[in-house]
């Protein structure tokens, strides 16, 4: 039991950034605007969240400046897209590459680490929250392991990551802002011929996918680790993209695949150095190699037809 619910705690805390970068590209892929900038977003934001924790002490204000860092970078992609009616696919590489560059180029003039951030103390990072009655029911058979163990424990953005899931299902499919925003990324000349902004709406999509991976970025550095590395985001934004296709850009179904993703991960690193029958102790390349060619091995022949927003990908022009 303690080691099912050990197993399963990691699965929550590994699949936090997947959620929170899965439901980011959601919100912005609903609109009509692709976005394959979110492995830039989250590792932007994690160095900004680090930088500013490291130096004001605070973790709030890390939060803060990684939500910032990755709202810029949403609007930078934005005004490509969007206001200059560029390539996404060429915004959202762009956006990658400059995050990698940058954060490096920062972090080693900043702090003279080769890149990396100095080691955050405790009250610099989001630490866990005790849910109320963790410790009474701790003994408890079965029901206290799973409370204590699994539901109690974690940072604050692991409950917001997993409540944003119901919450972006609410705000898609049962409010007028959800109902436009899903419209603009089928029909954008009909929302337009409604009187509706389509620019404002695919803006707003943007920015809030921004919020999102800032939310990533943040507990990458600042709750998960504790402290900034480069390349820390270690694709999770390219595997958000794809439990995003395999979730055929559906918000519940979008947090059961990451939470698959973070079952392998979670499992890959308990398996390092086990022995395996015929093999002897499985090697730690496939190991954790693992997550990611079962991402390929189930988008290449276990979703069937995902189909994107019509007008995805496409800058609107509007007829005069």
Avoid at 106 to 124: D, M, N, R, V, Y
Avoid at 266 to 271: N, Y
Wanted: hydrophobic fraction near 55%; proline fraction near 6%.
């Amino acid at each position: 039991m303690e080691a099912l619910v050990a197993l399963l705690d990691s699965t929550v805390r590994l699949s936090t950034p997947l959620l929170l970068a899965c439901l980011a590209g959601l919100y912005s892929e609903r609109s009509g605007v692709f976005d394959i900038g979110l492995e830039g977003k989250l590792l932007g934001a994690a160095f900004a969240a680090a930088a500013t924790a490291s130096l004001t002490g605070s973790p709030w204000l890390g939060a803060l400046a990684a939500v910032a860092a990755s709202c810029a970078l949403a609007l930078v992609h934005g005004v490509a897209c969007i206001s200059a009616r560029g390539n996404q696919i060429v915004s959202g590489v762009a956006i990658n590459f400059l995050a990698l560059g940058l954060t490096a180029v920062l972090g080693h003039a900043w702090f003279s680490q080769g890149g990396k951030t100095p080691p955050l103390a405790q009250e610099a990072r989001l630490g866990p929250l005790e849910l109320p009655l963790s410790e009474t029911l701790a003994g408890v058979p079965v029901l206290g392991p799973v409370w204590s163990g699994l539901v109690s424990g974690h940072s604050v953005l692991v409950y917001a990551a997993f409540l944003a899931a119901p919450l972006t299902w609410w705000v898609l499919w049962r409010t007028r802002f959800g109902l436009r925003l899903r419209a603009v990324g089928e029909n954008p000349a009909a929302v337009d011929t409604a009187g509706l902004s389509v620019a404002g709406l695919r803006y707003r999509a943007v920015l809030v996918c921004g919020l999102l991976c800032g939310l990533g970025g943040a507990y990458l550095s600042i709750a998960q680790g504790a402290g900034f590395v480069p390349n820390m985001s270690a694709g999770k934004g390219f595997i958000a993209l794809a439990a995003l296709i395999f979730a055929k850009w559906r918000p519940m179904q979008a947090m059961a695949t990451c939470l698959l993703f973070g079952f392998l991960d979670a499992s890959a690193i308990r398996l390092q150095g086990v022995e395996l029958p015929l093999i002897g102790p499985a090697p730690v390349q496939l190991i954790q190699a693992a997550p990611y060619i079962l991402t390929v091995v189930l988008l290449a022949g276990f979703i069937g037809a995902a189909r994107p927003p019509k007008a995805g990908g496409a800058p609107y022009l509007k007829e005069r």
